[in-house]
Nanobody, 123 residues
Framework: QVQLVESGGGLVQAGGSLRLSCAVS????????MAWFRQAPGKERDFVAT????????YYADSVKGRFTISRDNAKNTVYLQMTSLKPEDTAVYYC????????????????WGQGTQVTVSS
């Protein structure tokens, strides 16, 4: 059974930084394309970033481009989301997602999901 566990969320002031981690178990990590999504209260789950199996390909939502960086360490079975220059509108629950075939911004393409980690950015 594939499990994804996010960590690293918290409360930060606007302009600050956080690094989220997502540890994957249950299957060879390098088999998965990975992604981060986020969901603010009362809103739909939105795409944030995705990374290919090798880590050579990345793609970002326009709202985070230049501020967030997705990366992965296949030796540690972990994907990261480095977030800088955080804004109050980045406040959301952040979810990591994995799929054997997807490298996509569409949440319906991902078969496996973590439970989420809360990120709150104060103004």
């Amino acid at each position: 059974q594939v499990q994804l566990v996010e960590s690293g969320g918290g409360l930060v002031q606007a302009g600050g930084s956080l690094r989220l981690s997502c540890a994957v178990s249950g299957r060879t990590f390098s088999s998965f394309a990975m992604a981060w999504f986020r969901q603010a209260p009362g809103k739909e789950r939105d795409f944030v970033a995705t990374i290919s199996r090798s880590g050579e390909g990345t793609y970002y939502a326009d709202s985070v481009k230049g501020r967030f960086t997705i990366s992965r360490d296949n030796a540690k079975n972990t994907v990261y989301l480095q977030m800088t220059s955080l804004k109050p509108e980045d406040t959301a629950v952040y979810y990591c997602a994995a799929d054997l075939t997807a490298y996509s911004s569409n949440s319906r393409s991902y078969a496996h999901w973590g439970q989420g980690t809360q990120v709150t950015v104060s103004s």
